[in-house]
């Protein structure tokens, strides 16, 4: 989440989940929450019952629509030019918060000559969405006190998702909306514990806390507490680390509960890298299709077979408690690492249980300082930051100043750069990628009993406008074709899709949708543009 | 907490936040009120008017439907409030199938409970008693399986889908003798918007809806479901050695008492068959199992040559973070390398 932590000094739910609830406006863009998050759908159900206007933007009519006040159908990759188009309306009709904006944001005075690539007629094309819908967008969310914004992948997952970060936050921080209950920019997160994961420095260019690995008195920290010489260049983002590998230049990969071959944006490319390895460990629950290629794999244990903590994304960190045995020889993943470690000589790797790791990481990372086992038991849960023993953790972020170095929230000057990949003749559609409600990445939910029988197989949704062109009946066998590659699906004919647009999800082996997504990254965030893909249907 | 209304309930001084109906009071301090159609997560309806109370200076009155007053003299029992609930007791089960020993909830079920209390006289029963139900059992869910001979027309699974899965997939539908809880066009579950939460089958209070499969847990422990960000709070049953039930805690701030289809019915990948239950090393092309020791030995001395920038780990974002603190600590202080990153940068 490079992009909020630039602006607002943090990359996480600026608001608690169960506030959502009392929001009187909710923009939901970028996400279909009642199938990805369904319990903080629940509390956007709970907010419409309570009166609270509900905004949808996505490119396909997602099932959140049934509840929503408006439905904006934007273009795939047109993110930025809605949110500075309703940025644009708000400082036109002098809708802003003009007192918060003086005391608590700056470059406003750039941010708004930005807005003047934003006409009404300009926004209109790039989205695809009626000026009248948008501006009556902009005016809901503007009079909405407080209202929330809600985002997810579907915003993230662009090449331009830095940008549409940004464009978010501007919009929250025009309006006065951050700092404030029921507010805030609230990007929600895929996986269970990505948000601890990136706090725990999962990431080529922070160590925990987000402390940078080129700051040369984070390094210090870490280099006395951990007894070594530590390396200040960041290192390479997980798209960027298939092509070293590619390119030879990475030897040896060391590969965690993943499954690139399934999850990764251009598989094809993945395996073709995995297979130039020298040397290549994978450590999983099940033998996927990725491990089946290592050199060594090694057993993990599941969440029900350890101790430790997820954080979710309202910074949440909760206890994880070992239910049961690990199964056979699997071993808890902080184990295995702890035994590789010491059996290459290493130091500092003799952790007798998750407890002490988390007194380390405490001990390490100011936003954790406070937050100890003993009392994660008491309270079920501590929201960083949390800096001392007796801080009760922190439900909202930036309530008095933001955590920038000024102190205040930057509004962005954003420009609108189109999708990185353009349909043209040869390939005329574009192609998303969503998740449906029964399945999450499909390692798991594909091998739980029931799951797989609820939405067993994958489809390509197709507008029935565009199927009528093509020919093509529900239920038939397609090829659905990209610039790098092709898969075999049935397709389902559905008005959820805007004509033009086409959606698969990216869970089943047999179907790998993500051989055909495109590698064009984000230039600060790295992360792959799996939602945006020019591609062309082939009847069979 | 100088706010909290104080009355007396059987002669016993009862106090409750403003609010708080006259049943939930009772209940919370320990005074059974028979019921079955209220539920602490939903707006009560007084239908099942099993819970009738008498106020002093009132006429009877259902008490899940009645906030506390300061002052109140309610009295749960009376040979009057007896002989009602009597009836209704029985005008709801006349038609009920009875098989307790077999039933999922037999033990944990309302209306055993209220049975008990109220007291049913056989006699009476079989005076009144039609011909028996005989609803097809719905077993079209995978999850869960649907009995309408066991409901008892509280009403719950119809409010819950509504005031808290906001889909309203279920309602009541026929009247009188032949009323039942069912889907649009009386089709079997899977055919509606059902989303399969589960959350209807967690509030049931007999035997109508209930897990498939289902096996009671030998224990129970708290944690945090694997599946989505929101960090829900599950407490999860398991006996021997394997994960056999998920419920949601109660009071946990995430999810509050809710869990949706993955978090409640999404665990079987646990101790699937499939599961990797052996180390693998690569031996002539194949890969063979070997014992902890010498993949240990081989990883060391093999990442051991691979030290500074040519080496890289992506680790998952389903780990704990303990998992993740030291395999970044790894790549750095032992492999000196800052490559280290997770798959899900979403
Ligand atoms: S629902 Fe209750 S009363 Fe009916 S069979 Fe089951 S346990 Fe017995
Ligand atoms: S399982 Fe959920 S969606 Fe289905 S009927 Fe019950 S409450 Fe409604
Ligand atoms: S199915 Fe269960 S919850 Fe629904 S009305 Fe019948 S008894 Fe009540
Ligand atoms: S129960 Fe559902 S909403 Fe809750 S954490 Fe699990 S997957 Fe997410």
């Given amino acids: 989440m490079a992009g909020l932590a630039t602006v607002l000094g943090s990359g996480a739910m600026t608001n608690t989940i169960a506030e959502i609830e009392d929001s009187s406006c909710i923009l939901a863009i970028g996400t279909s929450t009642t199938d990805a998050h369904p319990i903080a759908g629940y509390r956007i159900k709970k907010a419409v019952r309570k009166g609270a206007r509900l905004i949808v933007a996505n490119p396909k009519a997602v099932d959140l629509c049934r509840f929503a006040d408006l439905y904006l159908p934007i273009r795939p990759g047109s993110d930025v030019a809605l949110l500075m188009g309703m940025a644009r309306v708000i400082v036109e009709e002098g809708l802003m918060d003009q007192k918060y904006i003086e005391e608590r944001c700056e470059n406003f005075d750039e941010f708004k000559q930005a807005l003047d690539a934003f006409p009404p007629a300009f926004v209109e094309e790039v989205t695809g969405v009626p000026r009248e819908k948008i501006a009556l967008a902009a005016r809901l969310y503007a009079a909405g006190k407080p209202a929330s914004i809600l985002y997810c992948m579907g915003i993230t997952q662009h090449s331009h ?189 003799d952790f007798n249980s998750p407890a002490e790791i988390f007194n380390e990481i405490a001990s390490l990372t100011p936003s954790y300082a406070g937050i100890s086992y003993a009392r994660l038991e008491q309270s079920g849960g501590i929201q960083w930051p949390c800096p001392t023993a007796e801080h009760p953790g922190t439900a909202i972020l930036h309530t008095e100043k933001f955590a920038t170095p000024s102190g205040k929230g930057k509004l962005v000057a954003l420009q609108y750069r189109p999708p990185a990949e353009q349909p043209d003749a040869a390939y005329p559609l574009v192609l998303t990628t969503d998740r449906s409600l029964f399945q999450y990445h499909g390692t798991m939910t594909r091998r739980a009993p029931g799951l797989d029988g609820l939405n067993g197989e994958e489809l390509v949704c197709i507008n029935p406008a565009d199927a009528k062109n093509l020919g093509v009946a529900g239920g038939d066998l397609v090829d659905v074709v990209s610039r790098r590659g092709r898969v075999k699906v049935k397709a389902k004919l559905t008005r959820r899709c805007r004509p033009g647009v086409v959606s698969m999800s990216f869970h089943f082996a047999e179907c790998p949708t993500n051989v055909l997504t495109s590698p064009a990254l984000d230039p600060v965030a790295k992360t792959p543009e799996t939602k945006v893909c020019a591609v062309r249907i082939e009847k069979l | 907490m100088s706010d909290l209304i104080t009355l007396t309930i059987d002669g016993r001084p009862v106090q409750a936040a403003p609010g708080t109906s006259i049943l939930r009071a009772a209940l919370d301090s320990g005074i059974y009120i028979p019921h079955l159609c209220d539920h602490p997560d939903l707006e009560p309806v007084g239908i099942c008017r099993l819970c009738l109370v008498e106020i002093e200076g009132r006429r009877p009155t259902v008490s899940c439907k009645t906030p506390v007053e300061e002052g109140l003299v309610v009295r749960t029992s009376s040979a009057d409030l007896d002989l009602i609930r009597k009836v209704n007791l029985e005008l709801l089960i006349v038609n009920h199938d009875y098989n307790c020993q077999s039933c999922v909830k037999n033990s944990k079920c309302q209306l055993q409970k209220v049975t008990s209390y109220v007291g049913v006289d056989e006699k009476s029963l079989r005076r009144v008693r039609k011909p028996e139900l005989d609803h097809p059992l719905d077993t079209s869910n995978p999850f869960f399986t649907r009995d309408m001979n066991k409901c008892v027309l509280c009403g719950i699974c119809v409010r819950t889908c509504d005031e808290i899965q906001g889909d309203g997939c279920i309602d009541f539908a026929f009247r009188g003798t032949r009323t039942k809880i069912s889907v649009l066009g009386d089709k079997p579950i899977l055919e509606s918007a059902c989303v399969s939460c589960g959350e209807c089958v967690a509030r049931c209070p007999v035997g109508a809806l209930v897990p498939v499969k289902f096996e009671e847990p030998a224990y129970e422990v708290e944690t945090v479901c694997p599946y989505c960000g929101c960090g829900c709070g599950i407490i999860v049953g398991a006996r021997g050695g394997r994960v056999v039930s998920s419920r949601a805690v109660p009071g946990n701030q995430v999810n509050r008492g809710s869990l949706c289809v993955k978090g409640r019915f999404g665990l079987g990948y646990v101790n699937h068959p499939g599961r990797l239950t052996a180390l693998l090393i690569r031996k002539d092309g194949e890969l063979v199992e070997a014992a902890w020791d010498e993949a240990l030995a081989l990883v060391a001395e093999k990442l051991n040559s691979y030290k500074g920038d040519q080496f890289a780990a992506i680790a998952s974002a389903k780990c704990t973070s303990e998992d993740s603190y030291v395999i970044q600590k790894f790549a750095r202080a032992v492999m000196g390398t800052n490559n280290i990153d997770h798959c899900a940068r979403l």
Avoid at chain 1, 239 to 248: C, K, L, P, S
Avoid at chain 1, 333 to 344: E, K, L, N, S
């Fill in chain 1, 161 to 349: 998702g830095t940008d549409n970060v940004l464009a978010v936050s501007n919009l929250a921080l025009l309006t006065g909306n951050l700092g404030k209950v029921s507010g805030g920019v609230n990007p929600l997160r895929g996986q269970n514990n990505v948000q601890g994961a990136c706090d725990m420095g999962l990431l080529p260019n922070v160590f925990t806390g987000y402390q940078r690995v080129d700051n040369p008195e984070a390094r210090a920290k870490f280099e006395k507490a951990w007894g070594c010489s530590l390396s200040g260049a960041p290192g390479l983002t997980h798209t960027e680390i298939f092509d070293a590998a590619y390119n030879g230049k990475i030897k040896a990969l060391y590969l965690v509960g993943e499954n690139p071959l399934l999850t990764e944006a251009n598989a094809s490319h993945a395996a073709e890298a995995i297979k130039k390895l020298d040397f290549f460990v994978v450590q999983d629950i099940f033998l996927t299709e990725t491990a089946r290629l290592a050199d060594v794999v090694l057993p993990a244990a599941t969440f029900a077979e350890k101790d430790g903590t997820f954080t979710n994304t309202e910074r949440r960190v909760q206890r994880v408690r070992r239910v049961i045995e690990p199964v056979g020889q699997a071993k808890p993943d902080w184990w295995i690492t702890c035994a590789v470690a010491r059996a290459m000589g290493a130091q500092g790797f």
